[in-house]
Every structure is written in structure tokens, then in C-alpha cells.
């Protein structure tokens, strides 16, 4: 289940970029991750008085995704999730001191 969301999530990014790119160039995608922030603490989220006029931009210009849900509470499962596509049982990182294996398949080498 988890790599159908991989797949899927891979899918909506190669479209969106094979739909923008118009050059024989391979698209540039920035997947931008950052650990205990509310949704709305950039500019382009309405935030009251931030300026991120270059995280604007990149919504702007680019794709943002308003809906992210993660399976636990805690950075490293999360991104580890994130990044891989698996489920924190799968991945084997339950916690943020313990390493994931690099014998596993991240998101960046399925866009390879």
C-alpha cells in the first residue's frame, strides 16, 4: 500500500513536471521538508506578517501540496516514511536516534 502512494505521489510530480517542461532538459524538482512547522508559516499560506518571498515564488511558480499526512509523530519515522514510501515497521526507524538502512529505495532513485 505504501508504494502505491510512492507511485502515486511520483506520478502526480513527473506529470506536473512533464506538463511544464518544455526543453529536452530533465525537470528540476525541489522537494522541500521541514520538521515542526505549522502549514501556515509562510507567506503564500497567508500567514499575517512572515515574508518568504522565495518559499511565494516557489509555490508560485511550482507545485504545492496542501494535504501531507505522516504515520507517527516523530521527525525521523517521518521522513524516513516520507522518503521511502514505507511504513515506519517496514523502514525500521522508530525513533530519532537510530539510522535507516541504506539498503533501501528512496524516493529521489525512483525518479532515476
Known sequence: M???WVTILVGA???V???VARAAEPPNILVVLTDDQRYDAMGFMGHPWLETPNMDRLAR????FENAFVTT???SPSRASIFTGLYTHN???ADN???ISDKLVFFPQYLQ
Open 2 to 4: 505504501a508504494r502505491r
Open 13 to 15: 510530480v513527473l506529470a
Open 17 to 19: 513536471a512533464g506538463a
Open 61 to 64: 511558480e511550482g507545485v504545492h
Open 73 to 75: 509523530s516523530l521527525c
Open 91 to 93: 523502514h525500521r526507524v
Open 97 to 99: 536516534y537510530h539510522a
